[in-house]
């Protein structure tokens, strides 16, 4: 009868190798606790960034119902049509993380759309206001994808996606400086 290679180790060695073996069952186990709380994180900061957006969207489509000229209601469509593929792109990612997407906007958003609303009636549709207005809503953007992109486990994809779109903010948030200070001058 042909003996297997267990059968000729002593137990001391057998020992030794159920304690590597359960040595590799714990690390991963481990790893798998690490990668579950990192991956609940990441939807969180994600859901945060998919509120950021919407808050965008609901922005835009105030600014541009506020603002005189078509020029500049064409652009606010746009950063809002940009803002919701955005978030489209944001729930792709959270539901590969295996979490779920997040509802409505944010209560500083909510506040930030408020005070849109108020100020854009107490100015009569004043495109510097308006445009004001926008430029507070994208420095918070910037800043939240700022934060996201801050931390270090950020799979590469998704950190190239979010620094893709975080570009996409910082160009719109130049556009509108630009058109503010034009209009200051």
């Known amino acids: 009868m042909q003996s297997t290679l267990v059968d000729r180790l002593s137990v001391t060695q057998k020992l030794f190798v159920m304690v590597c073996v359960l040595r590799r069952v714990h690390a991963s186990i481990s790893n798998f606790c690490i990668m579950e ?31 005189d000229s078509e020029a500049l209601k064409a652009m606010f469509m746009e950063y809002s049509n940009q803002r919701e593929t ?6 792709r990612e959270i539901r590969k993380l295996g979490g779920s997407t997040d509802e409505g906007g944010g209560p500083l958003g909510a506040m930030h759309r408020a005070w849109m609303d108020l100020k854009a009636a107490l100015s009569t549709k004043d495109n510097k206001a308006v ?15 700022n934060d996201v992109l801050a931390e ?5 994809e998704l950190r190239s996606l979010l620094a893709e779109q975080r570009l996409d903010i910082q160009d719109a ?13």
């Open 37 to 67: 709380n990192s991956n609940k994180e990441l939807v969180k900061h994600l859901n945060h960034l998919v509120t950021i957006c919407k808050d965008g969207v609901y922005g835009y489509q105030n600014a541009a119902e506020d603002a």
């Open 173 to 185: 948030l130049y556009q509108i400086e630009t058109l503010h200070q034009t209009i200051e001058s």
């Open 86 to 91: 955005a978030i489209s792109q944001l729930n």
């Open 131 to 145: 445009l004001g207005a926008c430029l507070t809503g994208e420095r918070a953007a910037i800043n939240a994808y």
């Open 152 to 156: 270090n486990y950020l799979p590469i």
